[in-house]
């Protein structure tokens, strides 16, 4: 079997209480072909020194220093795409954790099925202490909405993807839109772009990274302001005759559903 390099990024603001244990999820895979490429998004508590140190540990990593904040990791993202030397590309949060044979397991399985261009797992969830606490339900309206509807329409309804699990083909990828209104679904819409541009997720069924659970995650997911921000991303693919008036009147009122049920709830 080949063993293509793999970059990973990860965008890093202010994390140093689950920084060290994130990178060290990485560099302890059981698949080593990897260049890590640690993307400093202007930070100014302790995470410089902690990935400094680790740079003097491991030649495959390499740090990016950027001069300003923009908000949100769509623009760290987006320097890491730019220097990545990896035929493949994983995206992995400054506080979320891999197993060690995730990547392992997902480049095996791309190589065996090479009509696939991106693979995502599913994701148990852990506390602001790193204990298992349960598992990431993220996928409960795919298993409802792929009955009647393709992957690609699924994704347009609802996101079924964590970015902290994706392994994905570094060629032809859109750019994370660095847009602030749509910081927290910035992934999302990158997987609809690349859906829309007829590429193919494998889904895998294995459970393969820790997803941490913070408060703030958890308000964030079901805010109003969250809403909204959808209800922008659907405009921004009719406006640029990404999707039709139809599926933008059908994903908006569906999502306008989801958000009249929890404000009911």
């Not at 933008?248 to 049920?261: E, Q």
Request: aromatic content about 14%; glycine content about 2%; hydrophobic content about 40%.
């Amino acid at each position: 079997m080949i063993n293509p390099l793999i970059s990973v990024i990860i965008p890093i603001y202010n994390a140093e209480d689950y920084l060290e244990e994130t990178i060290l999820s990485v560099l302890n895979q059981t698949y080593q072909n990897f260049e890590l490429l640690l993307v400093n998004h202007n930070s100014s508590d302790k995470s410089p020194e902690i990935i400094k140190a680790f740079k003097e540990q491991d030649n495959r990593i390499k740090i990016i220093n950027l001069s300003i904040n923009k908000g949100g990791p769509a623009y760290p993202r987006n320097e890491g795409i730019k220097v990545a030397e990896g035929e493949y590309i994983a995206f992995l949060d400054s506080d979320d954790v891999w197993l060690e044979k995730k990547l392992e397991r997902q480049i095996s399985i791309l190589l065996e099925n090479n009509n696939y261009d991106f693979i995502d797992s599913n994701a148990y969830t852990i506390d602001e202490e790193s204990i298992k606490i349960g598992v990431l339900k993220i996928k409960r309206v795919y298993n409802i909405l792929k009955f009647f509807l393709n992957k690609k329409n699924i994704l347009i309804f609802s996101n079924f993807i964590n970015i902290n699990t994706i392994l994905i083909k570094n060629s032809n990828l859109p750019k994370f839109r660095e847009d602030n209104n749509l910081i927290a679904i910035e992934d999302w819409l990158f997987w609809i772009e690349n859906i829309l541009d007829n590429k193919k997720v494998y889904l895998c069924d294995e459970y393969l990274i820790q997803y941490r659970i913070v408060n703030s995650s958890i308000s964030n997911r079901l805010s109003d302001k969250r809403y909204r921000k959808i209800f922008y991303m659907y405009s921004l693919l009719f406006l640029e005759s990404k999707i039709s008036l139809s599926k933008y009147l059908s994903v908006y009122f569906f999502n306008f559903l989801k958000l009249t049920k929890y404000k009911i709830l």
